[in-house]
């Protein structure tokens, strides 16, 4: 079964500057597909970035670019610019690209404070 | 609908009565996901529909949980009897449906089941 860890429980940054939030995984497919969403306080859960494991070049999304090594099994996430908006619970996300396995298994989450 | 709606948002309900929580999916969108999100983690997969055909059920944890989508749209998660432990936000989500593509899922706002 697939796994995702997301080991920072924290993180913290300055308004305008650059974080990285870390997701790791495991699995044994080739092909797959990656998310990280976006939880703030008010915990809808919103789609920040997605990335198909086939696609060698980077997902980007304005502010949001994603680092993805496959060989490592890492898809960390990089917040430019840091806004106080971008306050919340971020969650990294893998689907298998395989039907019949529709469903997404998640990290633990990594909350992200903004500080002015 | 403009996105994926959910009733109630809020459930309080004595131990050992039953609850249904229901979720209406963006319109047109083949397949639906429920998930459960404990308080300091990330969702849980618990089942999901094609259509009104339940193709995956793996996720839940016992037989006094069951859903249903009889006519491939709205669907209903039922709780039998339940437990404390059954408190936390079930989240229920739609995507497209697209095979072989990123079938992003869209989430909604989530049901808050409390138990008393």
């Known amino acids: 079964a697939q796994t995702v860890t997301q080991s920072q429980p924290e993180m913290s940054v300055q308004e305008a500057e650059t974080v990285t939030l870390s997701c790791t995984y495991d699995?044994?497919?080739?092909?797959?597909?990656l998310f990280w969403y976006k939880q703030p306080p008010s915990r809808q859960m919103i789609l920040v970035i997605r990335?198909?494991?086939?696609?060698?070049q980077n997902a980007t999304e304005n502010r949001f670019s994603v680092n993805f090594q496959k060989a490592a099994k890492s898809f960390s996430l990089k917040i430019s610019d840091s806004q106080l908006g971008d306050a919340a619970m971020y969650f990294c996300?893998?689907?298998?690209?395989?039907?019949?396995?529709?469903?997404?298994?998640f990290g633990k989450g990594t909350k992200l404070t903004v500080n002015p | 609908g403009a996105g994926v709606s959910q009733s109630p948002r809020y459930k309080v309900t004595k131990r050992g009565q039953d609850v249904a929580l229901r979720c209406d999916p963006i319109s047109g969108h083949v397949s639906l996901y429920w998930y459960r999100q404990a308080l300091g983690q990330g969702p849980e997969f618990l089942t999901y529909?094609?259509?009104?055909?339940?193709?995956?059920k793996s996720g839940l944890p016992n037989d006094r949980f069951s859903a249903e989508r009889p006519e491939g749209s709205i669907s209903t998660l039922t709780i039998q009897r339940t437990e404390q432990r059954d408190s936390a936000m079930y989240r229920c989500?739609?995507?497209?449906?697209?095979?072989?593509?990123?079938?992003?899922?869209?989430f909604g706002p989530g049901t808050r089941l409390t138990v008393l």
């Open positions: 989500a739609s995507s497209p449906g697209l095979a072989g593509g990123t079938d992003t899922q869209y």
């Open positions: 699995t044994s497919e080739s092909d797959y597909y």
């Open positions: 990335q198909e494991a086939y696609k060698q």
């Open positions: 529909f094609n259509y009104e055909a339940q193709q995956d």
């Open positions: 996300a893998y689907r298998s690209y395989q039907g019949g396995s529709e469903k997404l298994v």
